[in-house]
């Protein structure tokens, strides 16, 4: 099925570094949310985008809707150990109510 | 508030036999979806429903895989008969139908392993 292009693929930063992700589409979205799973669990909601250019935080997080609606990023700032996870980007288009779509996930690794 | 349930978490079964797995839903959701997950292909949707009726299965692999919700509390996917290769990560998530619909919730998962 159709996937977004989520990138990068993994990282491999120090504590106390930020890091960015994001992923893009080749479709118009209406919706972006960004999840973190961890080993052995489901994917956690961390922050829901509605509309172009929106920008939310929460807490360390910090996310963005691209104006073009075609793409999202994802901040996360001051990293700390248990920021290590997989995170997935997820987009809903215009034709889609309740299919999301999915990235293959960025896998983050912190030294501490 | 609970989260969603899924049991069970690890299933270990071989080639040919029946597989069920269940979700329980959040309470006051009316969206229902299972998910299977693989290193290969990431989160793949099969199945949704809303209000218990399905609404859309074109991610279901192929007829040994059905899935069921007979209330608003409760779901089943089931897998007859298992092949190895369904080997995966199931996933049951639920969401509300007014309000924040796309913010899905997911469970725990059940980790399948088809010998």
């Known amino acids: 099925g159709q996937q977004l292009n989520q990138s990068p693929q993994s990282m491999f930063i120090q504590e106390g570094e930020d890091v960015s992700m994001n992923c893009t589409s080749s479709s118009i979205f209406n919706t972006w949310l960004w999840y973190k799973q961890d080993p052995g669990e489901g994917p956690v909601l961390l922050i829901a985008?509605?509309?172009a250019g929106e920008l939310t935080s929460n807490g360390r997080l910090t996310a963005q809707f691209g104006i073009t609606r075609k793409d999202s990023f994802l901040n996360i700032s001051a990293s700390i150990p248990s920021d290590v996870g997989i995170y997935f980007c997820a987009g809903l288009d215009a034709g889609n109510n309740r299919k999301l779509i999915w990235g293959l996930g960025t896998s983050l690794a912190v030294n501490p | 508030d609970a989260g969603v349930i899924q049991s069970p978490r690890h299933e270990v079964t071989e080639m040919g036999q029946e597989v069920t797995l269940r979700c329980k839903p959040i309470s006051g959701h009316d969206y229902l979806f299972w998910y299977r997950q693989t290193m290969m292909r990431g989160l793949e949707l099969l199945i949704y429903f809303n209000n218990n009726v399905p609404i859309d299965d074109s991610g279901m692999p192929e007829d040994r895989f059905s899935a069921k919700m007979p209330n608003a509390s409760f779901s089943t996917l089931k897998i007859q008969p298992s092949e190895p290769r369904d080997s995966a990560v199931y996933f049951c998530?639920?969401?509300?139908?007014?309000?924040?619909?796309?913010?899905?919730?997911f469970g725990p998962g059940t980790r399948l392993t088809v010998l």
């Open positions: 998530a639920s969401s509300l139908g007014q309000g924040a619909p796309n913010e899905q919730f």
């Open positions: 985008l509605y509309k």
